[in-house]
């Protein structure tokens, strides 16, 4: 395992330690009265203290010196009459104070608790409230200061206000840590749904290509059969002829059984993925909003996407969805030239739920109309003058012919522009109760 990384990222934090608690220490205000001083150097250094994830001897001596030197050199910049004897004496209890206050968030385990804030605050408060004792008895011992009711209220209710301090940006900054991992793992799960989908269609070809495999096998075998005559047996043409036809028949036949442990492993890899199968509407229209949105930024045309989503919907099977819309949707952003919009309409019925995905693009052409729905018919060309598939708006039909609903498609007004309208029945697409 490479430390390289975190060592890195464990110097630059005790860098920045050093550098902004003295800093930290002279930000000061006095929210009662003008000798009741809140500064920013104990809930700086606790925040810092969080992000360690080891505390060291050398770093925390290096901080409380530090702040020690730094408020030396301000007195001298700033008093007239100054002597370096008289700061001292004045500053170096304050070493104590942050050596103990790191000291005790070591001894503590203090980073055990991320997840807890109230026990963090909890244990700023009675870190912060020992650490002043700490250098009250260095004055104490050095000046002979005493400590007084007033003065210990006052710790108390500064070492509150610290652990609010503290509190407060350690929870925005978890927030915000949380909230840009919830952002991650959606993308991901979006991602990981988006390619179930594919492989999910993916299978409904092969399961389709299965069923021409048995039935080209079986054809084949009885043409074989057919041959056999007692009349024919000594053609030698319908001997060769017979002998192809059971080799035809055999190589079908493992064509099949090899696209039979394919769809195996696929129908597998698609059930064992922890996703829920049926989700709510909002949900797979966001996922193929956001996908095409990636699709035409990929493409480099300005798409803008609207949906509008009416009635009361049930939790809908996603693949099949998925698979359905994002063809057609796909389509509708490659139809479009440079800049367009799309329009998305999911409309409950009394037992169905109609799609409606209406573009703005080139149209389809009145010689097309009745071949877009044929297999290998595309009239999109890459670069290379290279023709697409052809074979996504036939899946489409396919796939809703299934589903006993039906697919239909007009031009907008002036041709420019379609709109495809898929009607599902709803019993074929939510989830089947079963009977106990």
Same mark, same amino acid.
């Given at each position: 395992?490479?430390?390289? !990384?975190?060592?890195?990222?464990?110097?630059?934090?005790?860098?920045?330690?050093?550098?902004?608690?003295?800093?930290?220490?002279?930000?000061n205000?006095? !929210?009662?009265?003008?000798?009741?001083?809140?500064?920013?150097? !104990?809930? $700086?250094?606790?925040?810092?203290?969080?992000?360690?994830?080891?505390?060291?001897?050398?770093? $925390?001596?290096?901080?409380?010196?530090?702040?020690?030197?730094?408020?030396?050199?301000?007195?001298?910049f700033?008093?007239n009459?100054?002597?370096?004897?008289?700061?001292?004496?004045?500053?170096?209890?304050?070493?104590?104070?942050?050596?103990?206050?790191?000291?005790?968030?070591?001894?503590?385990?203090? *980073?055990?608790?991320? /997840?807890? !804030?109230?026990?963090?605050?909890?244990?700023?408060?009675?870190?912060?409230l020992?650490?002043?004792?700490?250098?009250?008895?260095?004055?104490?011992?050095?000046?002979?200061?005493?400590?007084?009711?007033?003065?210990?209220?006052?710790?108390?209710?500064?070492?509150?206000? /610290?652990?609010?301090?503290?509190?407060?940006?350690?929870?925005?900054?978890?927030?915000?840590?949380?909230?840009?991992?919830?952002?991650?793992?959606?993308?991901?799960?979006?991602?990981?749904?988006?390619?179930?989908?594919?492989?999910?269609?993916?299978?409904?070809?092969?399961?389709?290509?299965?069923?021409?495999?048995?039935?080209?096998?079986?054809?084949?075998?009885e043409?074989?059969?057919?041959?056999?005559?007692?009349?024919?047996?000594?053609? *030698?043409?319908?001997?060769?002829?017979?002998?192809?036809?059971?080799?035809?028949?055999?190589?079908?036949?493992?064509?099949?059984?090899?696209?039979?442990?394919?769809?195996?492993?696929?129908?597998?890899?698609?059930?064992?993925?922890?996703?829920?199968?049926?989700?709510?509407?909002?949900?797979?229209?966001?996922?193929?909003?956001?996908?095409?949105?990636?699709?035409?930024?990929?493409?480099?045309?300005?798409?803008?996407?609207?949906?509008?989503?009416?009635? $009361?919907h049930?939790?809908?099977?996603?693949?099949?969805?998925?698979?359905?819309?994002?063809?057609?949707?796909?389509n509708?952003?490659?139809?479009?030239?440079?800049?367009?919009?799309?329009?998305?309409?999911a409309?409950?019925?009394?037992?169905?739920?109609?799609?409606?995905?209406?573009?703005?693009?080139?149209?389809?052409?009145?010689?097309?109309?009745?071949?877009?729905?044929?297999?290998?018919?595309?009239s999109?060309?890459?670069?290379?003058?290279?023709?697409?598939?052809?074979?996504?708006?036939?899946?489409?039909?396919?796939?809703?012919?299934?589903?006993?609903?039906?697919?239909?498609?007009?031009?907008?007004?002036?041709?420019?522009?379609?709109?495809?309208?898929?009607?599902?029945?709803?019993?074929?697409?939510?989830?089947?109760?079963?009977?106990?």
């Amino acid at each position: 395992m490479n430390l390289y !990384p975190l060592l890195k990222k464990e110097r630059t934090i005790i860098i920045f330690m050093i550098l902004f608690v003295p800093l930290a220490g002279e930000i000061n205000f006095y !929210p009662i009265n003008e000798t009741f001083r809140v500064s920013l150097g !104990p809930p $700086v250094l606790f925040l810092f203290l969080l992000f360690l994830r080891n505390t060291a001897i050398i770093p $925390v001596f290096l901080t409380a010196s530090v702040v020690v030197i730094f408020r030396i050199l301000l007195d001298w910049f700033m008093l007239n009459n100054f002597n370096w004897l008289t700061s001292f004496e004045s500053h170096y209890p304050t070493f104590f104070f942050y050596f103990t206050y790191t000291c005790l968030f070591y001894v503590m385990k203090v *980073n055990r608790y991320h /997840h807890s !804030p109230l026990i963090i605050g909890l244990f700023g408060i009675i870190i912060e409230l020992l650490s002043d004792f700490s250098e009250l008895f260095v004055q104490y011992l050095v000046f002979g200061m005493t400590i007084t009711s007033a003065s210990l209220t006052e710790m108390v209710i500064i070492a509150l206000s /610290h652990s609010f301090m503290v509190l407060g940006v350690f929870s925005m900054m978890k927030l915000y840590e949380t909230q840009s991992r919830e952002r991650e793992v959606r993308k991901h799960n979006e991602h990981m749904l988006m390619l179930v989908s594919n492989l999910y269609e993916e299978s409904i070809h092969l399961k389709k290509s299965l069923q021409n495999s048995e039935a080209i096998t079986r054809k084949a075998y009885e043409l074989y059969r057919g041959l056999d005559q007692d009349q024919l047996i000594n053609s *030698n043409v319908i001997k060769s002829t017979r002998q192809q036809l059971l080799e035809i028949a055999g190589e079908v036949h493992d064509i099949k059984k090899d696209n039979q442990r394919i769809f195996a492993g696929l129908s597998k890899l698609i059930t064992n993925e922890s996703f829920s199968d049926y989700v709510h509407i909002n949900e797979l229209i966001h996922i193929i909003v956001r996908a095409n949105e990636k699709y035409a930024r990929l493409l480099e045309k300005e798409v803008k996407f609207s949906y509008t989503i009416e009635g $009361v919907h049930s939790r809908y099977h996603i693949y099949t969805i998925l698979s359905i819309l994002n063809n057609v949707v796909a389509n509708a952003v490659e139809a479009i030239t440079d800049k367009g919009t799309i329009k998305i309409e999911a409309i409950a019925k009394q037992n169905s739920v109609e799609f409606s995905i209406e573009d703005d693009g080139v149209g389809i052409a009145d010689k097309h109309k009745k071949l877009i729905f044929k297999p290998g018919f595309t009239s999109k060309y890459d670069l290379m003058g290279n023709p697409s598939t052809g074979i996504g708006l036939t899946f489409v039909e396919d796939m809703v012919t299934k589903l006993n609903g039906t697919v239909t498609f007009q031009s907008r007004h002036g041709n420019k522009g379609t709109v495809f309208i898929i009607s599902l029945p709803v019993e074929n697409l939510v989830e089947k109760e079963c009977s106990r």
